[in-house]
């Protein structure tokens, strides 16, 4: 529950758009619609995904801290976002941002473990199966899921780069587990995916 | 600034104790003297560790959320650690702990940046320059640095393994910038590590 008094605005963002820069911090933001990618870049350009943001989640929590941005927040897809005020956050706001908080550490910590102790396939099957419930993904009318994601996209959410991924990609396409078209990837066995996720 | 009634418990713990192990969370923790390493495994037994907590930082940050511990946390050095009641914590404290939340969450994003587009030699370097204002650094008479950690705990810390390591701490002594003795590391050119650990 969030108090009305805490709502700045509510703004919708379309696909690509920069949402924050890096920089100054006041205000935290949450989805309420669409998909928003937390990335930085390193000094050549390359983007790295650091975490997705879907509707309910929270964004720019530097500002709860008075700590600089450090990262880049842009919509995915057409993205609604409220901006609310930490100054004037109840109790029960904090205890839900504190949890996503929480959550979003946890998500981490998973990614560097996957980053050390798993090969670039299961990764990707990661990722995969994380974007499996975000504004993504669309349930085919033959009950399979499409997911709207490039190898450049994959590539900076699993930390490699494109040429690999479309390897690994194509790998996966030969295995059944996947079918993979332009720009677009489409689940055609869950089930194997979640195994190579965990192998 | 904390409360009184807060506070649950104060435990001193020996090194290499294990302090809490994955499962129900109930309480925080925070570290008032010692080291407190935060590490997961994988499942062939290997360490990673995700974060070392410094005095005056937190830890068993789960039970803020309600949410299960999926982590090791465990005494590096001699600890004083103060047990908290995190439902018992007044606003002041939740925001002593959401600032943290957000510096822990900025530096597993920092681990992540650095595992992806770093080289092993500049993440050993950025790892020996993380553990030197903690308690496993003393400062020696002739002004020099020295660190506590074998090999195998500096591969836990970078996402490798204790062969590997070996090999870069050699060729890190024989460029002159540290000096390597069995479980420690003297710091002979903080300057050049920190040139090399932003490479």
Request: hydrophobic share 40%; charged share 25%; net charge negative.
């Amino acid at each position: 529950m969030l108090l009305e008094k805490t709502f700045v605005d509510t703004i919708t963002y379309r696909p690509g758009v920069v949402i924050l820069y890096p920089g100054k911090a006041d205000m935290l933001y949450r989805v309420s619609n669409g998909l928003v990618r937390v990335h930085t870049m390193d000094d050549d350009g390359n983007g790295l995904t650091l975490r997705y943001v879907k509707p309910g989640e929270y964004f720019g929590e530097e500002a709860l801290a008075g700590l600089n941005r450090q990262y880049f927040a842009e919509a995915v897809t057409d993205s609604t976002v409220d901006v609310m005020n930490p100054a004037l956050m109840g109790a029960e706001e904090n205890l839900e941002v504190t949890t996503h908080l929480v959550k979003t550490l946890e998500r981490a910590y998973a990614s560097i473990y996957r980053l050390v102790g798993k090969r670039l396939r299961a990764r990707i099957a990661s990722e995969l199966l994380e974007l499996k419930d975000t504004a993504l993904a669309t349930r085919q009318q033959n009950g399979e899921l499409l997911i709207y994601a490039t190898h450049d996209e994959l590539a900076a959410a699993v930390g490699s780069v494109r040429e690999t991924v479309t390897k690994v990609v194509g790998e996966l396409s030969r295995d059944g587990v996947i079918s993979a078209g332009y720009g677009k990837i489409t689940l055609k066995d869950e089930k194997a995916l979640r195994q190579i996720a965990a192998e």
